[in-house]
Nanobody
Framework: QVQLVESGGGLVQAGGSLRLSCATS????????MGWFRQAPGKEREFVAA????????YYPDSVKGRFTISRDNAKNTVYLQMNSLKPEDTAVYYC?????????????????WGQGTRVTVSS
């Protein structure tokens, strides 16, 4: 098993940047494909980014492509989400997730472990 703790959320103006971190404990995250999801009030949890175990492959939906970057440091057991050019519609609680499956997942059901989330608010 792996435990996930997100940090780095906060209030930022539109156009600004934030860097989220996901610190893990338990089993080494090099065993897992990692992802970020977000959930805005009244909406379903949405895929934001995913990364392969080595970091060699990354995946993004069109809504964040070119603005968000996922990365990982397996030696530190930490995953990051760099968010630039933030928009008010990026406001949500952001969750880190780990998947033990063989391929990188882009849907909620493909992830086995979840953090508690960190809130990001983007003001206009």
């Amino acid at each position: 098993q792996v435990q996930l703790v997100e940090s780095g959320g906060g209030l930022v103006q539109a156009g600004g940047s934030l860097r989220l971190s996901c610190a893990t404990s338990g089993r080494a995250i090099s065993s897992y494909r990692m992802g970020w999801f977000r959930q805005a009030p009244g909406k379903e949890r949405e895929f934001v980014a995913a990364i392969s175990w080595s970091g060699g492959s990354t995946y993004y939906p069109d809504s964040v492509k070119g603005r968000f970057t996922i990365s990982r440091d397996n030696a530190k057991n930490t995953v990051y989400l760099q968010m630039n050019s933030l928009k008010p519609e990026d406001t949500a609680v952001y969750y880190c997730a780990a998947s033990g499956r063989l391929r990188v997942g882009v849907t909620y059901g493909e992830y086995d472990y979840w953090g508690q989330g960190t809130r990001v608010t983007v003001s206009s």
